[in-house]
């Protein structure tokens, strides 16, 4: 289950507007790192020993940095505005940002920890309704920085996102013409092909991860699960591709299965004659990167979407496909960007090589067939990797600069 899909399974996504967002140069040498911070009611000049406590507001953005020093240094950002702002920390001559918070409330104090170094850095408040605001330059003059990255913007996102949606519409007629192929063994009764011909044109459908959020209420009716139905897999709202596994690996009638598998034809073919008209959010495209595998962990490794197939380590490796296309075309952005892509690599490679080992042929080794050792090794593998991808996540994340 590569992304939150609408009308199947109710999952958080990470961009709800209730979850604020800390962004902190890390300091132990990885590029960004996410945490979650709550609000935090304070007061200018009332911060704890060592913090420097800055003023978020339009007329005083960035007031109360008076003694600039190197180190690892946390900062109190006060919002004495009367509305919600995000602060970057950034070099005010490259726009190279250093830290950030995002959904700061009016009259709360949120923390920004960064490792300070020679070279320049002002903070930039950017209110909800109004414009960006760069306060006071202020000069380090000795020590070693964290890393920063160049923010990037909608504009720059635009074409790897028109390249990535080039790719799906190839992609979806390969899924047309898989899930025709499984029809037709359905309609003339042949089974054995047909549970055969289910998991190649599952996986097709499943490396298109970073699109299902396009396909919207479509995505129930192709790849859909009986989580929320009254009458679970009974339910005639069961529809797509679970559907039909369910039916395949549970002794299902032929005769039961072809309105399934005519209703899964139906849709993917849709989605294909229609792609050309949709249009992907480029500013998403990040963010898809991350919560492919993000999902992948939380539905595939657990088990939550095998309907008796046996089929989910097959699933986590198209999802991680899926994941190397889209890294594929923001690869131009991160490499002046994202010091740790190299270790990203390393880490895809690293899982390829894990989910591979349960390869046999055609076939995989199903969940309940793998030792605990493997479970925790292949959770673990797959975890770290979730892990670096919110860094993709975050830089590429598009930031207002004016």
């Known amino acids: ?76 950002l006060h919002n004495s505005s009367d509305g919600a702002a995000e602060v970057y920390l950034e070099d005010p001559a490259s726009q190279a940002v250093y830290g950030e918070v995002e959904g700061i409330a009016p009259g709360t104090t949120r923390q920004l920890t960064v490792r300070l170094g020679k070279g320049a850095y002002a903070f930039k408040c950017v209110p909800d309704d109004a414009d960006a605001v760069t306060g006071p330059t202020v000069q380090i003059t000795s020590g070693r920085r964290g890393p920063g990255a160049a923010p990037v913007n909608e504009h720059d996102l635009i074409p790897p996102a028109l390249a990535y949606q080039k790719w799906i519409g190839g992609g979806l007629a390969e899924v047309v013409r898989l899930t025709t192929r499984l029809q037709r063994d359905i309609d003339r009764g042949d089974l054995a092909a047909a549970r055969s011909d289910w998991l190649p044109a599952h996986l097709e459908y499943e490396r298109l991860g970073a699109a299902y959020d396009a396909f919207g209420d479509a995505d129930a009716a192709v790849n859909g699960t009986d989580a929320g139905l009254p009458g679970g897999v009974h339910d005639k709202d069961f529809a797509g591709f679970h559907r039909i596994e369910y039916g395949l690996w549970h002794g299902e009638s032929a005769d039961g299965l072809r309105a399934p598998a005519a209703a899964l034809v139906k849709a993917v073919t849709g989605l294909r004659d229609t792609w050309s008209q949709t249009r992907m959010d480029p500013a998403q495209l990040g963010l898809r990167a991350h919560e492919i595998l993000e999902n992948t962990v939380q539905f595939e490794l657990t088990g939550r979407t095998d309907y008796g197939s046996g089929s989910n380590l097959a699933t986590a490796r198209a999802n991680l496909d899926g994941t190397r296309e889209v890294l594929s075309r923001l690869h131009p952005l991160l490499a002046t960007r994202y010091a740790g892509l190299p270790g990203l690599d390393t880490d895809m490679d690293r899982a390829q090589h894990a989910l591979d080992g349960f390869r046999h042929g055609d076939h995989w080794t199903p969940l309940d067939g793998l030792s605990r050792a493997q479970r925790e090794q292949t959770d673990s593998v797959l975890g770290d990797l979730v892990e670096r991808l919110a860094s993709v996540a975050t830089l590429c994340d598009p930031r207002r600069t004016v």
């Not at 199947?8 to 962004?23: E, G, I, Q, Y």
């Not at 945490?35 to 020993?49: C, E, M, T, V, Y």
């Open 1 to 76: 289950m590569p992304l939150p899909r609408l009308g199947t399974r109710s999952v958080r996504l990470r961009t709800a507007p209730a979850v604020f967002v800390v962004l902190t140069v890390a300091l132990a040498g990885t590029l960004l790192a996410f945490s979650l911070g709550g609000a935090r009611h304070g007061r200018p000049g009332g911060g704890p020993a060592g913090h420097v406590v800055i003023d978020v507001s339009e007329s005083h953005c960035g007031g109360g940095w008076t003694r600039p020093e190197p180190g690892v240094r946390t900062f109190d």
